[in-house]
């Protein structure tokens, strides 16, 4: 099992930054992805941005520019810096890790989100 745990998260004014932690409760060298996803009320879940274990990053299309993804495996932790906030960037922010198991394949453990609000 993977436990994750999110932290960060708040209210900012449009233009300003946030940074998101996820502190996973095994060594992230070990697992495959970890990343965040977003959801927004009335709205699909969707991802932001990813990293893998040789530390590949993938961004969604809106945040590409603004945000960055990054890991300190030594602190088994994975973060989301947040730059030039827009209102829509509005909604709850969910880390999540990738494991892969030799006996049973891959699986996905979540975090319990944290609110990210931006004010215009």
């Known amino acids: 099992q993977v436990q994750l745990v999110e932290s960060g998260g708040g209210l900012v004014q449009a233009g300003g930054s946030l940074r998101l932690s996820c502190a996973a409760s095994?060594?992230?060298?070990?697992?495959?992805?970890m990343g965040w996803y977003r959801q927004a009320p009335g709205k699909q879940r969707e991802l932001v941005a990813a990293i893998s274990s040789g530390g590949s990053t993938n961004y969604a299309d809106s945040v590409k520019g603004r945000v960055t993804i990054s890991r300190d495996n030594a602190k088994n932790t994975v973060y989301l810096q947040m730059n030039s906030l827009k209102p829509e960037d509005t909604a709850v922010y969910y880390c999540?890790?990738?494991?892969?198991?030799?006996?049973?394949?891959?699986?996905?453990?979540w975090g319990q989100g944290t609110q990210v609000t931006v004010s215009s």
């Open positions: 095994v060594g992230i060298f070990s697992i495959k992805t």
């Open positions: 999540y890790a990738e494991r892969y198991y030799s006996s049973s394949g891959t699986k996905l453990f």
